[in-house]
């Protein structure tokens, strides 16, 4: 079988997002969830996959972007200085964050917000059940959480020391779970009002597509 044949008969499950915004959670999720389909990870689109095409199924995930910056400044180990705010800002630029609004009203994408789904299983099974069209049986939902819950996550992170250090099979990263534990809101203790404000004022079309700006 041909590649493009194969693409059609079995097209991919896309996961796409920004950086730390839960994708490496809904990642492992979706491959125990629809294992005989390909499930793609990446924080940038590439172009063919910007036009609307209901062959692939793409699964988004989106967070308040004070929390996924302040996330991130503490995977590197990093002080929250201006500067360090600045960089990471544009990091996420790079990586998927206005992509996001190219694509998040296509017919075949999904987009799930990480206040909704990160605590709550309940919700990301059925999130995915109606996304997909499937049944998640109770085996299925049991294995998740057993081995991509928070605790499970963070006891592995902890193992990974450095964030430069990971599993190739799970993805999860050294560092891949912060001293605030994935808390939502975390990020407006952890960096100054300045900073908050600019990053809302980076991403006002984001916050308002995704109703962060009430936060």
């Known amino acids: 079988?041909?590649?493009?044949?194969?693409?059609?008969?079995?097209?991919?499950?896309?996961?796409?997002?920004?950086?730390?915004t839960g994708s490496t959670l809904l990642w492992n999720v979706l491959r125990q969830v629809?294992?005989?389909?390909?499930?793609?990870?990446?924080?940038?689109?590439?172009?063919?996959?910007?036009?609307?095409?209901?062959?692939?199924?793409?699964?988004?995930?989106?967070?308040?972007?004070?929390?996924?910056i302040?996330?991130?400044?503490?995977?590197?180990?990093?002080v929250p200085t201006d500067d360090v705010v600045?960089?990471?800002?544009?990091?996420?630029?790079?990586?998927?964050?206005?992509?996001?609004?190219?694509?998040?009203?296509?017919?075949?994408v999904t987009t799930l917000r990480y206040?909704?789904?990160?605590?709550d299983w309940a919700y990301l099974f059925e999130s995915l059940e109606t996304s997909l069209g499937c049944i998640i049986n109770q085996d299925v939902r049991r294995m998740c959480?057993?081995?991509?819950?928070?605790?499970?996550?963070?006891?592995?992170?902890?193992?990974l020391g450095d964030f430069r250090n990971f599993d190739t099979k799970d993805q999860i990263h050294g560092k891949h779970i912060s001293n605030f534990k994935g808390r939502v809101g975390h990020g407006h203790e952890n960096l100054s009002p300045e900073q908050?404000?600019?990053?809302?004022?980076?991403?006002r079309p984001y916050l308002e597509a995704f109703g962060y700006l009430d936060l």
């Open 115 to 119: 206040e909704d789904f990160a605590f």
């Open 34 to 68: 629809a294992p005989q389909r390909r499930i793609l990870k990446t924080h940038s689109l590439k172009a063919k996959y910007l036009k609307e095409s209901n062959k692939v199924k793409i699964i988004i995930s989106v967070r308040d972007p004070v929390d996924s």
């Open 86 to 108: 600045v960089e990471h800002i544009k990091r996420f630029e790079r990586y998927g964050i206005w992509q996001v609004l190219e694509v998040k009203d296509y017919s075949n």
């Open 70 to 78: 302040s996330s991130s400044i503490q995977r590197y180990s990093q």
């Open 145 to 159: 959480l057993s081995n991509y819950g928070l605790e499970r996550v963070a006891q592995k992170a902890k193992r």
């Open 196 to 203: 908050i404000d600019l990053i809302n004022e980076s991403f």
């Open 1 to 20: 079988m041909n590649i493009i044949k194969k693409y059609f008969i079995n097209p991919p499950i896309i996961q796409f997002s920004p950086p730390r």
